[in-house]
Structures are given as C-alpha cells and as structure tokens.
C-alpha cells in the first residue's frame, strides 16, 4: 500500500501502513523521498499502520530524517505501531526520533 499525504498548516503528515522491510525497500524509497520535493518545513510520519519493520526500514527513515536535516527541516514520529516501538528499542534508536505523541 503507498503512502498518504495529508497537509495541515506547515506540517506534512505522511502515513506509512503494511511492511516497511527489506522486500518493501524499493517501493517505499521513491515514496518516502518524494515528502523532500515538497515545501513543508516538519514531516510528521505515522507509523501506526506498520506490521513488520527492520533494518532496511530503519536505513530508510534515517535517511529521510538526514536528507530533511540537510534542508533544515525536520522529521519526527507521530504515532508508532508495536512493530516500530520494539524494532527502535532493540536498536535504541529513540533519540534519533523525536518522541511519539501517542502510542498505538
């Protein structure tokens, strides 16, 4: 399933659902790096959808989140999915993300 686009103000909500994997990589890369075409000053992603996530998915939003930096924008987690919350954990990556508002 692709990614959604939702506008709200300069916020650009971006909803990721299903896997976010090594065998998703190449789909969701160009959907992903699409959100650094538009204007939108924080990217807020909601991850409350995803079911699996691993490595590659985390290479993923790590290079999102440092492609976003570059043009002095920023990008946080909005809702994280247990899949998400236990891959961070067992990563600890957290700091890399800014806190989520809502776990799901």
Known sequence: MPLTYSV????????????LTIFQAAERKPE???AL??????VVLDLSGVDELDTA???????????????????????????VL???????????FSPAVEAA
């Not at 709200?8 to 990721?16: A, I, N, P, W, Y």
């Not at 236990?86 to 890399?96: G, S, V």
């Open 8 to 19: 709200q103000e300069d916020r650009l909500l971006l909803t990721v659902s299903g896997g």
């Open 86 to 96: 236990a891959t961070l954990d067992l990563l600890q990556l957290h700091e890399r």
């Open 37 to 42: 075409t538009l204007p939108q000053t924080l």
């Open 57 to 83: 998915g985390i290479q993923l939003l790590l290079l999102l989140r440092r492609e976003l930096a570059a043009g002095g924008r920023q990008l946080e987690i909005g809702v994280y999915s247990p899949a």
């Open 32 to 34: 992903l790096l699409h």
